[in-house]
């Protein structure tokens, strides 16, 4: 009976060790994650403050110019972001023209909305 005491206890301090070591590690984690939390805060000051440089910078640029030269320069910019984003108003002169997209159910295609019996596949769907 005694040595089953013993191991009862001895069971009882390694459960409250792993208790305690567990807890212990749970800190260490939330403070890593505080930690990386404040990082990424940092990062996003200092894209910001890199950004508003960049952006005075060029500000200071634009009001030096003449009032001519500065209609040109912002007239690029805004063709420049229009296409880095793909909104261009209209087609630049040369580009071939888009075709539009062929309708397979218009050719006498038939596509079958059932999911197939893999149901790997998803239905493709006209647009």
Do not use: W
Request: no cysteine; aromatic share 2%; glycine share 4%.
């Amino acid at each position: 009976m005694e040595e089953k005491d013993q191991l009862l206890q001895y069971q009882a301090q390694e459960i409250r060790k792993v208790t305690q070591l567990q807890a212990q590690l749970q800190v260490a984690h939330d403070k890593l994650e505080v930690m990386n939390h404040s990082t990424e805060i940092s990062s996003m000051k200092e894209m910001t403050r890199l950004l508003s440089a960049h952006s005075q910078m060029e500000n200071r640029y634009l009001l030096s110019l003449e009032p001519e030269q500065r209609k040109a320069e912002l007239s690029k910019e805004v063709f420049r972001r229009a296409n880095s984003e793909g909104r261009l108003a209209g087609p630049l002169p040369g580009a071939p023209k888009p075709t539009p997209p062929s309708n397979p159910r218009a050719l006498g295609h038939s596509q079958s909305m059932k999911p197939s019996s893999r149901g790997s596949r998803k239905p493709d769907l006209d647009l």
